[in-house]
T-cell receptor, first 117, second 112 residues
Framework: DVKVTQSSRYLVKRTGEKVFLECVQD?????MFWYRQDPGLGLRLIYF???????EKGDIPEGYSVSREKKERFSLILESASTNQTSMYLC????????????????FGPGTRLTVT | QQQVKQSPQSLIVQKGGISIINCAYE??????FPWYQQFPGKGPALLIA?????SEKKEGRFTISFNKSAKQFSLHIMDSQPGDSATYFC???????????FGQGTRLTINP
């Protein structure tokens, strides 16, 4: 079974703090994604990576950065947390083989609920 | 700008009934339409997906109906069970794209 793990299930941080969210997958997947989930807005893509040290902006990258130094690990960084970044953060991974595209079957972690006060 | 619009936001169905969730899109370049299912405390998981070369795809009690001319697709859950209670997300992606665009989600409750 594919396993995507996220470092914390719940996190409470103060405004202005630097926040690191970690994600690890154990299936040697090339592609990794960070989403945020908000009621009524669905899942919105923040950043994705299709290879080590590669990253692409998603739909809402402002206020976030990412790091992918190893294939299995993808980190989301909030440089200076703000209250509007209070949300559920979901990490996902997928593999590319042959004609498969990164968009196909994404495997999600359980999420990190971040509260910024 | 929401590229995929999903409705309803919440849905309550009696056990044994049919649950129907609808999605509409504008981008005619979309060519891959998956549905994800999310249980409380878990991440979403792929349930079923369709490409526009077919109008319907069925897997067990779950069916996707696709109407290319109307730019709409829907998920039908036949004989709905309490274990189907979850949040459902439709999504879409265009050819060559590396990412999915998700709908707003529907919270489905099946009453026993």
């Amino acid at each position: 079974d594919v396993k995507v793990t996220q470092s914390s299930r719940y996190l409470v941080k103060r405004t202005g703090e630097k926040v690191f969210l970690e994600c690890v997958q154990d299936m040697d997947h090339e592609n990794m994604f960070w989403y945020r989930q908000d009621p009524g807005l669905g899942l919105r893509l923040i950043y994705f990576s299709y290879d080590v040290k590669m990253k692409e902006k998603g739909d809402i990258p402002e206020g976030y950065s990412v790091s992918r130094e190893k294939k299995e690990r993808f980190s989301l960084i909030l440089e200076s947390a703000s209250t509007n970044q209070t949300s559920m953060y979901l990490c996902a991974s997928s593999f590319t083989a042959g004609i498969r595209l990164p968009r196909e079957e994404q495997y999600f972690g359980p999420g990190t609920r971040l509260t910024v006060t | 700008q929401q590229q995929v619009k999903q409705s309803p936001q919440s849905l309550i169905v009696q056990k044994g009934g049919i649950s129907i969730i609808n999605c509409a899109y504008e981008n005619t370049a979309f060519d891959y339409f998956p549905w994800y299912q999310q249980f409380p405390g878990k991440g979403p998981a792929l349930l079923i997906a369709i490409r526009p070369d077919v109008s319907e795809k069925k897997e067990g009690r779950f069916t996707i109906s696709f109407n290319k001319s109307a730019k709409q697709f829907s998920l039908h859950i036949m004989d709905s069970q309490p274990g189907d209670s979850a949040t459902y997300f439709c999504a879409a992606s265009s050819k060559g794209a590396q990412k999915l665009v998700f709908g707003q989600g529907t919270r489905l409750t099946i009453n026993p």
